[in-house]
T-cell receptor, first 119, second 114 residues
Framework: GAVVSQHPSRVICKSGTSVKIECRSL??????MFWYRQFPKKSLMLMAT?????????EQGVEKDKFLINHASLTLSTLTVTSAHPEDSSFYIC???????????????FGPGTRLTVL | AQKITQTQPGMFVQEKEAVTLDCTYD???????LFWYKQPSSGEMIFLIY??????QNATEGRYSLNFQKARKSANLVISASQLGDSAMYFC???????????FGAGTRLAVHP
């Protein structure tokens, strides 16, 4: 099946710094990628939809200037948490939408997630 | 607006037994898809099974089957012959409108006992 990678898998940073998380589709092209946030023992909450070559679409309540998304190529989307604070500590998961196969346009392939801890 | 409800925060099952995880949904879209994902403690989201709203037959994938009752707006996941490795969080999700968004339920934590 399709593989999505995320880097880094874990990151610890000081309050006030910016952190960039990469999401790559390894063996397929993804015009659309999604960024989710998951708090401990909670469900995934969609933060934004990342479209290659255009601006991301953010969900209501998600700060665009806080969570910068860049989808510069068909295989890479990045999420930058700017001026991170302890409340930004969370598990961030990306996914890429498939474009072929029996579940074309239906299935989302998820990355392994990035655990961010802001001290 | 779409909504997914998973009313079972936790479930226990004996190894080799079958278990049903409940999921109900609400949507005004005539075309939609229902998904089940497994999330082990490592955090990765593993796709299990998909059911389209127009599919006539219930979806099956190995030991997983989806009991789709459209009139009741339910899409329960049935895991047959449970294994210890099935212990994980299970999320039901709905997608529509070109599947640009997946809305997830709160999840059910399944524990398989030997």
């Amino acid at each position: 099946g399709a593989v999505v990678s995320q880097h880094p898998s874990r990151v610890i940073c000081k309050s006030g710094t910016s952190v960039k998380i990469e999401c790559r589709s390894l063996d397929f092209q993804a015009t659309t990628m999604f960024w989710y946030r998951q708090f401990p023992k909670k469900s995934l909450m969609l933060m934004a939809t990342s479209n290659e070559g255009s601006k991301a679409t953010y969900e209501q309540g998600v700060e665009k200037d806080k969570f910068l998304i860049n989808h510069a190529s068909l295989t890479l989307s990045t999420l930058t948490v700017t001026s991170a604070h302890p409340e930004d500590s969370s598990f961030y998961i990306c996914s890429a939408r498939g474009t072929s196969g029996p579940l074309a346009y239906n299935e989302q392939f998820f990355g392994p997630g990035t655990r961010l801890t802001v001290l | 607006a779409q909504k997914i409800t998973q009313t079972q925060p936790g479930m226990f099952v004996q190894e080799k037994e079958a278990v049903t995880l409940d999921c109900t949904y609400d949507t005004s879209d005539p075309s939609y898809g229902l998904f089940w994902y497994k999330q082990p403690s490592s955090g990765e989201m593993i796709f299990l099974i998909y059911q389209g709203s127009y599919d006539q037959q219930n979806a099956t994938e190995g030991r997983y089957s989806l009991n789709f009752q459209k009139a009741r707006k339910s899409a329960n996941l049935v895991i047959s012959a449970s294994q210890l490795g099935d212990s994980a969080m299970y999320f039901c999700a709905i997608g529509s409108g070109g599947y640009n968004k997946l809305i997830f339920g709160a999840g059910t934590r399944l524990a398989v006992h030997p």
